[in-house]
């Protein structure tokens, strides 16, 4: 398609040839985006938990779509030959990953509405107001910051694995999701006690700290041990789809408008496909 080839050309002639430094720029891409949503924090002073909804739920779609077109399928056809077993591996090891980690810190919605965890060792025992504010925002970084990890890896190994037709679209369509996900989670920040003006300079460093690196991890991985590479694929997948099924899903539908979520995964899945048939 003339399209794809304009696109890939233009991208190369910006970035050249070289998959790590691809991944790198493509991490840049999707961490530049996030702190373009955080940013609307200071347009969107007090979005409606319908609007947030509706933007959680196009973030789970764009990921949804993303994680079968861009890692899972390729995966299976161009990287194993055929055989699903490596990326279904990979798919597992990364559900893990993400269920174990996701123990270490509060799920994301208890820091989106406020509400303290109800799982605590001592539930009766409450922080000082001071202490409490500091923790939420401790731990809503960590939260966060985990979510944020399987996106720069999926970048990365799209880049590593060389098939620009698949990884700009890939890059894109993350970069896209990531939008309304920094609004959504700059609304949290405010929640947890941060600023608007703080936690919109800090969003874009915290991003950039963790789906930079891994974005350069994931092609340096893949493009020195190819053999790695179905299995890095459904790693990012797993986890991406454990994201959506574990935090976003679970949170749209918490708050009366599970329609206008649903509307709007709808509307992530379309994106996504338009990037993947037009650009891959």
Same mark, same amino acid.
Request: hydrophobic share 55%; no cysteine; glycine share 12%.
């Given at each position: ?11 190369? *002639? ?27 924090? +200071? ?9 947030? $909804?509706?933007?959680?739920? +196009? ?23 055929? !055989?699903?077993?490596? &990326?279904?591996?990979?798919?597992? #090891?990364?559900?893990? +990953?993400? $269920? *174990?980690? !996701?123990? %270490? ?11 303290? =965890? ?5 539930? /009766? ?7 409490? *504010?500091?923790?939420? &925002?401790? @731990? ?12 720069? %890896? ?6 590593? /694995?060389? $098939? #620009? ?17 920094? @609004?959504? &989670? /700059? ?8 600023? =608007? =003006? ?29 053999? #790695? #590479? ?14 959506? /099924? $574990? ?12 329609? &206008? ?14 990037? !993947?048939?037009?650009?891959?």
């Amino acid at each position: 398609m003339v399209v794809v080839g304009a696109v890939t050309d233009s991208f190369v *002639r910006l970035v050249g040839t070289d998959p790590v430094v691809q991944g790198l720029v493509g991490g840049i891409v999707i961490a530049a985006l996030n702190l373009v949503g955080a940013s609307l924090v +200071f347009v969107v002073r007090d979005p409606s938990d319908r609007l947030l $909804d509706a933007a959680l739920g +196009f973030a789970a779609g764009v990921m949804l779509a993303a994680s079968f077109t861009s890692l899972i399928i390729p995966g299976i056809e161009q990287y194993s030959g055929g !055989d699903p077993i490596p &990326v279904l591996v990979g798919l597992a #090891l990364g559900a893990l +990953f993400l $269920d *174990r980690a !996701d123990g %270490l810190v509060p799920h994301a919605h208890y820091l989106v509405t406020g509400e303290r =965890r109800s799982d605590a060792a001592n539930p /009766s025992e409450s922080l000082p107001v001071s202490e409490e *504010r500091l923790a939420g &925002v401790v @731990l809503f970084v960590l939260a966060i910051t985990l979510h944020n990890m399987p996106e720069g %890896l999926a970048v990365g190994v799209g880049f590593g /694995s060389g $098939d #620009l037709g698949t990884a700009i679209p890939l890059m894109l369509a993350i970069g896209i999701q990531n939008i309304p996900e920094g @609004l959504a &989670v /700059s609304v949290a920040a405010v929640n947890a006690g941060l600023d =608007r =003006r703080s936690y919109a300079a800090f969003a874009g460093i915290r991003s950039g700290l963790v789906e930079i690196p891994l974005a350069v991890l994931g092609a340096y991985a893949v493009q020195t041990v190819s053999v #790695l #590479l179905p299995y890095a694929m459904g790693f990012a997948a797993g986890a991406m789809l454990f994201v959506i /099924s $574990d935090e976003i899903v679970p949170e749209t539908h918490t708050r009366g408008h599970e329609r &206008v979520a649903t509307l709007g995964t709808m509307l992530g899945v379309v994106v996504m496909l338009y990037l !993947d048939i037009s650009l891959g």
